[in-house]
C-alpha cells in the first residue's frame, strides 16, 4: 500500500496529539499541514458569543504577521462557520476556509494556504479540519489557554459554574439535531440546559433559576447534576422530576426553579415531557407554528419541597419528520428595548419561522436569534435568556 505524503502527516498528528499541550495546538496543526504538501494553517476558534474567530496565539497571518480576529457576519471565513460549508477566496491564490466540528458542535474555522485546490487536496484539508475539531474538543474542557482565547473579558463566578455543567451548546446525529445557547454569556447566573443522546433518545432539559446570584447558578447547577444522576441510573422523567426537587429542597432551600424535562424517541417521534412551571415549547411544523400543539397544564416548580404534593404526570405528542420543537426561558420573551419595549413570543416566532424558510440549519438559526435579541436590548440583557431548538430530521 503507498504511503502518502498525507497518510505520514495524519499519522503524525495523532501520535503527537497525546501529548501535545494546548498551547502547542496551532504548532502541531501547521506541521501536519505542511507535511501533507500544504503551504501553510492557521486555526481559528468561535468566540464565546459567537461573533469573531479568534486565531490561535502564535498563528501567521497572510501578510505574515500575526493572525487577526475575524467577524462571523460579512467575511468568507464567517460563511464557512455559519454554513458548516468550505469556502474559497475567489483571488489571491489557491486557500481554503473549512469548517471545524467536535461532533456536531460548530467551534471555528480552519484557514489552510495550499498550492493547487483539486478535490483530493479539498478532501485532505477537511480531513485535518475534522482532527483539529477533535483536538480542541479534547483539550476545552481543562484548557484555560483555550477558555481565554475565546472570551472577551473577565466571567463572573456564577456563570463559570454554570458553564461547567453545560454540554455542548450542539449534539446530534443522521436523525435529530438539538441546539442550545443562552445569554448574557459574562453574566448568567439562573437559566441553563442539558441534552443528550442515549439509546436511541434525546434527552432536554431546560431550567429557570429564581434569582441572578451565586445561589441561582447553584440551584441551576444542582438541577442539572440530579437531572443526570437519575438519568444515568435509567430513571424516568418522573424520577428526575422527584430527584431534582430533593436535592433543591436540601441543599438550595429557599430557591424556586421551574423547567422543562424532555425525551424524543428517535425512531418514532414521540416527545414526552414534564413541564415544571415552564413557559410551553413551540411546535415548528411546514414553515408555521402549531398553536397550542404543546401546551398542557404545567405541574408546580421544583424547590418547593413536602409541603406541596407534586403530581408527576407527563405529555406526549407526535412530530413529524423536519419538525423543530423550541424551549425558551423568559428572558428571551421578557427582553425589553431602551424604549421599554418586549421582545415578545410573537417576534420569537417570526424570527424562527424565516430562520426557518430561509433553510438555515438549526445552530445558525439558534445563533442569530440570540443576537437579535440582544440587540433589541442592546446588549444589556437584565435577565438570562437560554434558547433550545431541535430538528428530528429521520433518514426515512
Known amino acids: 500500500m503507498e504511503d502518502s505524503a498525507f497518510a505520514k502527516a495524519m499519522r503524525g498528528l495523532l501520535a503527537q496529539a497525546h501529548t501535545c499541550d494546548p498551547g502547542r495546538l496551532q504548532d502541531l496543526v501547521s506541521r501536519a499541514a505542511e507535511a501533507m504538501g ?3 494553517a492557521v486555526v481559528y476558534l468561535a468566540d464565546l458569543q459567537q461573533r469573531h474567530l479568534v486565531p490561535l496565539p502564535g498563528s501567521r497571518g497572510t501578510e505574515g504577521g500575526p493572525a487577526v480576529p475575524v467577524a462571523i457576519e460579512g467575511t468568507l471565513a464567517g460563511l464557512a462557520y455559519r454554513t458548516m460549508t468550505v469556502q474559497m477566496p475567489d483571488e489571491g491564490g489557491p486557500a481554503l476556509w473549512l469548517p471545524i466540528l467536535d461532533g456536531s458542535a460548530r467551534v471555528g474555522v480552519l484557514w489552510m494556504a495550499v498550492h493547487e485546490a483539486g478535490a483530493e487536496v479539498i478532501e485532505n484539508c477537511r480531513a485535518l479540519a475534522s482532527a483539529t475539531g477533535l483536538l480542541v474538543g479534547s483539550q476545552a474542557a481543562f484548557s484555560d489557554e483555550l477558555a481565554r482565547v475565546t472570551r472577551s473579558k473577565p466571567m463572573r463566578v456564577a456563570a463559570e459554574m454554570v458553564w461547567a455543567f453545560l454540554p455542548p451548546t450542539t449534539i446530534g446525529n443522521d436523525e435529530v439535531t438539538s441546539t442550545a445557547l443562552l445569554e448574557p454569556a459574562y453574566q448568567l447566573a439562573g437559566d441553563a440546559f442539558d441534552h443528550t ?11 429557570d433559576a429564581m434569582g441572578h446570584d451565586l445561589a441561582s447558578g447553584l440551584s441551576s447547577a444542582v438541577a442539572l447534576a440530579g437531572c443526570r444522576a437519575a438519568r444515568r441510573a435509567g430513571g424516568t422523567l418522573a424520577d428526575i ?4 426537587d430533593e436535592e433543591l429542597t436540601r441543599w438550595v432551600p429557599g430557591r424556586m426553579l421551574t423547567g422543562i424535562f424532555a425525551d ?3 425512531s418514532s417521534g414521540t416527545l414526552e415531557w414534564v413541564n415544571c412551571g415552564h413557559l410551553p415549547p413551540l411546535l415548528i411544523r411546514e414553515g408555521g407554528v402549531v398553536r397550542g400543539a404543546l401546551e398542557r397544564s404545567p405541574v408546580l416548580p421544583l424547590g418547593l419541597g413536602s409541603r406541596f404534593p407534586r ?18 426561558t423568559d428572558g428571551i420573551t421578557e427582553a425589553r428595548s431602551a424604549g421599554g419595549e418586549v421582545f415578545g413570543e410573537q417576534r420569537l416566532i417570526d424570527f424562527v419561522l424565516k430562520a ?3 433553510g438555515e440549519p438549526s445552530p445558525e438559526a439558534t445563533r442569530r436569534l440570540l ?3 440582544l440587540e433589541h ?7 438570562d435568556a437560554v434558547v433550545m431548538l431541535v430538528e428530528w430530521h429521520p433518514a426515512s
Open 197 to 207: 443522546l442515549t439509546e436511541g433518545r434525546l434527552h432536554l432539559t431546560v431550567v
Open 38 to 40: 500544504a503551504v501553510s
Open 311 to 328: 403530581e408527576r404526570a407527563s405529555h406526549r405528542a407526535s412530530l413529524q419528520p423536519g419538525d423543530r420543537v423550541l424551549l425558551y
Open 371 to 373: 443576537h437579535a435579541i
Open 264 to 266: 424524543l424517541d428517535l
Open 241 to 244: 422530576v422527584t430527584g431534582v
Open 377 to 383: 436590548h442592546d446588549h444589556q440583557l437584565s435577565d
Open 356 to 358: 426557518t424558510a430561509a
